[in-house]
């Protein structure tokens, strides 16, 4: 079979017009149909089958595969993109990113995400082929072009997919090929679905620019539910029963995003949730700083002070540049003048130094792997007759026909690295020619006294030394948990595989109190705690200190095992050295247990209900009056609020406006809703509403109070901004995010896909674990 690689052709141009408007994640998408479904765990058999659909299915061997292939597909992408984008650099070009999907994962995807789009690419990809679509190899070989600018060549790709994963070239082509096609029949497929957003006609787009800038102010009156709750009657058992059927499997206390805000959820839960148990080791670096304060000497404060001066005490303007932010736990937060005049002496400055060479050296090794793969490029000639001979000699022979035009810019490259170069040896020059003038106006410069900031360049000088001991200890203790508990990892796993008990974990791993007595660190134990609980807790809300990609909370409830060793770290710098002892999974409590829980939980939603009808009845009555709500309620036992003036959209700040509008607040009213906003903004003149909140613990009678603006004026001022309105492009991307979740909807029962099939899988019990 000849290499998919040969079947392009430079005169064959169709490409993917659809998928490149689309340009999106076709993995995101199934976040949006599997938004419940927790983290995967793996099953003991490697042909059971965790999802199915109408004419599909996979098998816990079948979606490991296919993740596995999706990880290397992005990783692979992101490399072929890098390259291209580091060779028009060197071209003295920008790179701006390509008219094609973006099939790169967003940093720190989590296994669940990726699985689940995985289900989702095939199911798309496979209702693509239905409709008759198809993706050639030369579309292929056009996208891989395009997503690295047109500048990596046949032996560039090649060099590239041997770097992201070893194997036979021919295997790694096929892998490569077969990968990318589902991805783009997905994306082309789904983006069928969205041509009709990009159609707004004028009414959509001024009722868009209504809803957030149109702005108005209510008189409501508040009447809880919990006021009627002795004037519901008791329920039947056969009511209570069926009400504890219905809501039994919900969580309580959850909380619903709804247009971008959060909302309290409006139902009962009465299934116990989830909980976990942390021990943790801590590395305080306040406290740590000051055992290090002592220890600072004058010599050590006088030579920082002299070598900081001019940057950080000079009094010019009349204050002084230090400022006591600096002495946070983050070392690397220096100034530039400050690394460029300061050489790094203590223990602590010299730490980091060698932090800052860590971080060049990571990114010039990103570097230089484009710079390799940028030179395979380069060397192929430019003409396409010696291109021809440009075969690599693997065994399957493999070219890029695709790339034959990529054209050897190695001397211009050449031309931009000798200017640069110049460019700096003429900027170091420079400084050395105005060192005299710097050394002449010291003399005249004024500086705060040495006394006065001497207890702050302690602080600065101890807390570098903490950060940096601490670093080394907590790290050390890492190193050995993590030798430690991956061949205990390995036992778990094969005892899952073999269906037989898990074996207890050794004490080396539980030992976490007296390793961390031993390296004077504190250490910590968390109570069985949900995962909003932890959610709001110091440790919960500390990141992996590897990636930057995860939080604890996450971790915890996804892909942290129990006993395997996480490292992470707070915005203050402070260490957590983290351990998973105990996970409980959610229960279903009998009905027996929590029968008077479910009464009055029952009565609560009865409740709601009186005191709607209560509200309806007043509303009515104030209607028929013609008066304000305020007067009416004059003499009877309820309060009138007026409102602050509020839309039914917001962007709420400038920086916030890319990630689209959401529910606008009414304040001091609580927990307003979508349907609140629709007959706030409906009223006008006299009328009265009756409507209860998202949670429906409060019914709000409401009248308007007043208008920002008159419609003539709202009119006018849509007129003159229609075509630049900032907002524009934004709620039409909302229209194509909610057309999105209707037709996943739509596209799920449609194919059948069955959800508990696929939810079981990937958030089973962990009663073994417990055990």
């Known amino acids: 079979m000849a290499s998919p690689f040969r079947y392009f052709r430079k005169h064959q141009k169709a490409f993917l017009a659809v998928a490149a408007v689309v340009a999106m994640f076709v993995f995101v998408i199934g976040d949006a149909m599997f938004g419940y479904i927790g983290q995967s765990r793996g099953s003991s058999n490697p042909n059971t089958v965790v999802a199915e659909w109408k004419g599909g299915s996979l098998t816990v061997q079948e979606l490991a595969n296919l993740t596995q292939r999706r990880y290397f597909l992005s990783e692979f992408l992101k490399r072929l993109r890098m390259t291209g984008a580091q060779q028009i650099m060197e071209e003295g070009g920008t790179p701006t990113m390509p008219s094609v999907p973006d099939f790169v994962l967003p940093e720190g995807s989590s296994s669940r995400d990726v699985q689940v789009g995985v289900v989702t690419t095939r199911i798309l990809a496979e209702q693509a082929k239905n409709a008759g679509m198809s993706v050639s190899d030369g579309m292929i070989n056009q996208f891989l072009k395009e997503t690295s600018f047109r500048r990596v060549s046949d032996r560039g790709i090649m060099s590239l997919l041997s770097g992201v994963q070893q194997g036979d070239p021919r295997l790694l082509e096929e892998q490569l090929f077969s990968g990318l096609r589902e991805l783009l029949l997905g994306n082309t497929y789904f983006g069928t679905f969205g041509s009709n957003v990009r159609n707004v006609l004028p009414e959509q787009r001024w009722e868009d620019w209504r809803r957030i800038n149109e702005r108005i102010a209510l008189q409501a009156t508040p009447i809880a539910a919990a006021d009627f709750v002795e004037k519901v009657p008791d329920p039947s058992e056969a009511e209570l029963l069926a009400f504890y059927e219905q809501y039994k499997n919900n969580v309580p206390g959850l909380v619903h995003m709804v247009l971008g805000a959060q909302l309290p959820a409006p139902d009962p839960g009465f299934m116990q949730p989830r909980r976990v148990k942390l021990n943790y080791i801590l590395g305080d670096v306040n406290s740590w700083r000051d055992e290090y304060r002592d220890s600072i000497t004058d010599e050590e404060i006088a030579d920082y002070y002299e070598r900081n001066k001019r940057t950080l005490f000079d009094k010019q303007g009349g204050s002084s540049k230090f400022d006591d932010s600096l002495f946070n736990s983050d070392s690397g937060d220096k100034s530039k003048e400050e690394e460029d005049e300061s050489t790094e002496n203590t223990e602590a400055e010299s730490s980091e130094a060698s932090d800052e060479a860590n971080a060049a050296s990571q990114s010039s090794e990103s570097a230089n792997d484009a710079e390799d793969s940028t030179d395979d490029a380069t060397e192929e000639p430019a003409t396409p007759e010696d291109d021809e001979s440009s075969n690599l000699t693997s065994p399957g022979h493999i070219r890029l026909v695709a790339f034959q035009d990529t054209d050897d810019n190695s001397d211009e490259s050449s031309d931009v690295e000798r200017a640069d170069n110049g460019e700096t040896t003429d900027s170091d020059s420079s400084d050395d020619d105005n060192s005299g003038d710097a050394s002449d106006s010291e003399d005249e410069a004024e500086y705060e006294p040495l ?321």
Do not use: C
């Open 451 to 771: 006394e006065d900031v001497k207890d702050s360049i302690r602080d600065k000088l101890a807390t570098d030394k903490a950060v940096v001991e601490l670093k080394n200890k907590i790290e050390d203790i890492f190193g050995e948990l993590q030798s430690e508990y991956n061949p205990y990892g390995f036992q778990v796993v094969s005892a899952r595989t073999e269906e037989k008990e898990i074996p207890a974990p050794p004490k080396q791993l539980t030992n976490l109190k007296e390793r961390a007595a031993a390296a004077g660190l504190i250490s910590e134990e968390t109570l069985l705690v949900t995962q909003r609980e932890l959610a709001d807790t110091f440790v919960g809300k500390a990141i992996d200190a590897q990636t930057k990609g995860q939080y604890v909370v996450q971790a915890a409830f996804s892909s942290l095992a129990n006993f395997e060793p996480y490292l992470a770290q707070d915005l203050d710098g402070n260490w957590y050295l983290v351990t998973k002892i105990q996970d409980v999974p959610e229960k279903i409590p009998a009905f027996e247990d929590i029968r008077g829980e479910v009464a009055e939980a029952w009565k609560q939603q009865q409740a709601a209900k009186l005191a709607l009808k209560k509200a309806e009845e007043l509303a009515s009555e104030s209607e028929k009056l013609g008066d304000s709500l305020a007067n009416f309620m004059v003499g009877k036992p309820y309060e009138v609020i007026t409102t602050d003036l509020f839309s039914w959209l917001t962007f709420g700040s400038t920086a916030e406006v890319e990630r689209g509008p959401r529910l606008g607040e009414a304040p001091p009213l609580e927990a307003i809703g979508p349907n609140f906003m629709e007959k706030a903004f409906s009223l006008s003149g006299k009328e009265v509403a009756a409507v209860l909140n998202y949670d429906q613990t409060i019914a709000y009678i409401i009248q308007l109070d007043r208008r920002e603006r008159p419609e003539d004026e709202l009119h006018q001022v849509f007129l003159s901004e229609a075509n630049t309105w900032y907002g524009g492009q934004v709620m039409m991307m909302a229209r194509w995010q909610n057309q999105q979740r209707q037709v996943l909807e739509e596209l799920t029962k449609r194919v059948g896909l069955d959800l508990e099939k696929l939810e079981e899988f990937l958030n089973p019990t962990q009663a073994e674990e417990e055990e």
